[in-house]
């Protein structure tokens, strides 16, 4: 279930896994040090209409942007909006209000075509003069199968190349392009595996696709070949891409969720234009245009849990930023933290953020990848090269903590007027407590706990492991969704802080006790069917492990218990044992020159306003409130995703009581869970006893804590 609710909000905000650190001395090429730059630009913002919600196509011609909107009420039109002051003002196409605009393209005779769907689901290629009257009408009915009409809903995109032909592409389970003469007759079609993200044209005139390679793991650029009626031969791959854009001075540009890369005709890699967050720019919904003079049109949106998209347009143009640089470092960021960047970056006048990542989010990158990442990361810490701020996010803060690289934030939080500790769920930042130190901060938090109903009966010790293998000798191995003995034994290497001391560098991996723990993994992985993050529930489950992220999801569990829903808590030693998940994971550099300026940032991530932006549980209280009673409301955006559930007060008080009684924090090391899995991989297997997995453990994890020491 979580997994699945994580690949539809990834287009808003999403939550970032874990990675590793290792403390050695070795360097490696990375992003940071390859990828920066050729010019500066600054951003001059334009307000777009509230009522504008959805924005489909973003093109340019004359000093005019050209924007295909939606509002909420499902009225679409085209608009368009100065780029030199910002006026808005509706076109005037001669198109019913009962028909929706979904993509339009400008041929060579400065004519419109657009793709529109009716109220009957009827699909139309539609041509348009220079005063807005229809002149033509294509039925796409004849053109596109029956399934395709079926499904496709408002997925049609539209591209025209320098000859005037006409693509129009679909989004299905593959990528479906039909092709047009520039008098709208048909002409051929293509279709290619992989998913379809947009079409575009090229600088050079061709019809791009760009959709994800058939294995599903990045993107591709295919162009179609008019002649061959193919596609053309020199694919582009394109690797981690949130949009796709036609150039002017570059063939075409590619956004990966936090830089803009240009892209030289026929060429495989591109060159950086600009750090997206370095220019204050939101990043849902994306669209970009370039101008002749070298000036990039950007709209992008910005949204809370309580209303609607809010969109903006932003013209950069060359120059210099004056403002005092905080460096900042992320292996991955997460387009939560990126907004947060460009948010200060976009108010501030006396300093901006400078944030570098090794890897882009969603990029998918392999486990030696990381490790070098992290390794040059470190060398550049070993050598004096801290940056201002860190991304702790996939990152070992006992570790950092440890060797007094992180700054303690409370003092900043007691000194500043605007920050009240009673304001917040005060237990979050308890959790987070290092020593009784507070080695960074994050704006929202997730809650990994188990659910279940009421006819779960529990022992007078509490929620602990015997009570979990009670439940499973009862109602069966796979009687617990979201639930594998590799998922359970991660959970609580996450969550559970006695097997390691960092203070004295010592494990306890051969105990008993984790001896036990390993076997009762083991029984669960032998017969379980589940997943971590398992498929949709079934009638079966007695119990649930979830990690909530917001108050549908107890709305959800609630409705499947018939209201008899139950906190758990994870197995433990005792009493109710709930998990906080953060959001974010931001600290200060213990070294920088700048802690003023970096707090100036850090404490952005409390602000009720910004709170109210994160895609997780505010542990601001006001904001909390504001979030659910808008979910109360049928108004948060998490109604995108369970439009089906009905929130209502007493889930609102329950989600309250469950953040508010979590006492830990889940602390994760990528490495040393590799290791411990790896090992325990050979019990699962049979190959070793729990006693020589766990003794095999103990060695290794107590040479790689020796090694960070």
């Not at 001059?44 to 489909?56: A, C, L, Q, R």
């Not at 190349?161 to 039909?178: F, H, M, P, S």
């Not at 949009?243 to 890369?261: E, I, T």
Request: with cysteine; net charge negative; aromatic share 10%.
């Amino acid at each position: 279930m979580e997994v699945d609710v994580r690949k539809k909000i990834r287009r808003i905000f999403t939550i970032l896994g874990t990675t590793a650190l290792i403390f050695t001395v070795t360097a490696c090429g990375n992003r940071m040090d390859a990828m920066q730059p050729d010019s500066s630009y600054v951003a001059d913002f334009f307000d777009i209409p509230d009522s504008v919600t959805g924005i489909e196509r973003l093109l340019l011609k004359d000093d005019m942007a050209y924007m295909c909107c939606l509002e909420e009420d499902g009225t679409s039109y085209l608009a368009t909006m100065n780029i030199d002051d910002g006026k808005f003002l509706k076109q005037n196409l001669e198109l019913d209000a009962s028909v929706s605009l979904l993509d339009f393209g400008f041929a060579p005779d400065n004519s419109i075509w657009a793709v529109c769907l009716e109220p009957a689901g009827v699909y139309s290629l539609r041509k348009f003069d220079n005063s807005g009257s229809q002149v033509q009408s294509v039925d796409l009915a004849g053109v596109m199968d029956t399934s395709v009409i079926s499904a496709v809903g408002r997925d049609l995109f539209l591209s025209i190349d320098r000859e005037g032909n006409i693509c129009v592409a679909a989004k299905g389970r593959n990528t479906l392009a039909y092709l047009f003469d520039n008098n709208g007759s048909y002409l051929f079609s293509l279709d290619y595996e992989g998913n379809l993200m947009t079409t575009t044209t090229t600088a050079g005139g061709l019809i791009g696709i760009c959709a994800t390679s058939p294995d599903r793991m990045n993107y591709d650029l295919l162009t179609v070949d008019m002649k061959s009626r193919d596609w053309s031969k020199d694919k582009i791959y394109l690797g981690a891409t949130a949009g796709l854009y036609g150039g002017v001075n570059k063939d075409f540009y590619r956004f990966d969720s936090s830089v803009l890369y240009g892209y030289a005709a026929g060429a495989q890699e591109g060159s950086p234009v600009f750090n997206w967050s370095d220019m204050g720019l939101g990043t849902s919904e994306v669209h970009l245009g370039e101008c002749m003079d070298g000036r990039f049109v950007v709209l992008a949106a910005s949204s809370n849990q309580t209303e609607v998209l809010s969109y903006e347009m932003a013209v950069l143009t060359k120059g210099v930023d004056e403002r005092e640089i905080l460096s900042m470092v992320s292996l991955s960021a997460p387009p939560g933290l990126i907004q947060a960047v460009s948010d200060f970056n976009k108010t501030n006048d006396r300093y901006k953020v400078e944030l570098t990542e090794y890897f882009p989010y969603a990029q998918n990158v392999t486990d030696e990848e990381w490790d070098n990442a992290i390794l040059n990361l470190n060398t550049r810490i070993i050598s004096g090269d801290m940056p201002d701020i860190l991304d702790m996010s996939n990152l070992s803060v006992q570790i950092y903590q440890s060797k007094g690289l992180l700054e303690d934030l409370y003092p900043y939080m007691e000194h500043d007027p605007e920050i009240r500790k009673e304001d917040y769920f005060e237990n979050v930042f308890e959790a987070i407590s290092l020593d009784g130190k507070l080695p960074y901060l994050t704006d929202g938090a997730a809650i990994s706990t188990m659910l279940a109903g009421e006819d779960i009966e529990v022992g007078n010790d509490g929620w602990t492991i015997q009570e979990l293998e009670k439940v499973l000798d009862t109602y069966g191995a796979n009687s617990i969704n979201n639930l594998s003995g590799a998922s359970f034994l991660k959970i609580m290497l996450q969550t559970d802080g006695s097997l390691i001391d960092w203070n004295l560098g010592k494990c306890s991996f051969d105990s008993p006790e984790f001896v036990k723990l390993l076997g009762f993994a083991g029984k669960i992985q032998e017969s379980s069917q589940n997943g971590f993050g398992g498929t949709e529930m079934s009638d079966s489950y007695a119990a649930a492990y979830e990690t909530v992220l917001s108050v549908y999801h107890i709305t959800r569990y609630r409705n499947y218990y018939n209201g008899n829903l139950r906190f758990l808590g994870l197995p433990g030693g005792g009493g109710e044992y709930h998990v906080i998940k953060p959001e974010v994971k931001v600290g200060i550099s213990s070294s920088s020159p700048r802690k003023e300026g970096a707090w100036e940032f850090v404490r952005t991530l409390l602000t009720e306003e910004h709170q109210m932006s994160c895609m997780m549980l505010p542990i601001h209280k006001r904001a909390f409130d504001k979030v659910t009673q808008a979910a109360v409301d049928g108004k948060s955006v998490w109604t995108w995703i369970y439009e089906d559930g009905k929130v209502t007060k007493e889930d609102v008080e329950l989600t309250k009581q469950l953040l508010n009684s979590a006492a830990y924090v889940e602390n994760d090391n990528q490495t040393l869970e590799s290791l411990i899995l790896e090992e325990a991989r050979e019990y699962f297997s049979g190959a070793r006893s729990a006693l020589e997995a766990a003794e095999r453990i103990q060695s290794r994890a107590s040479l790689y804590i020796n090694e960070q020491m």
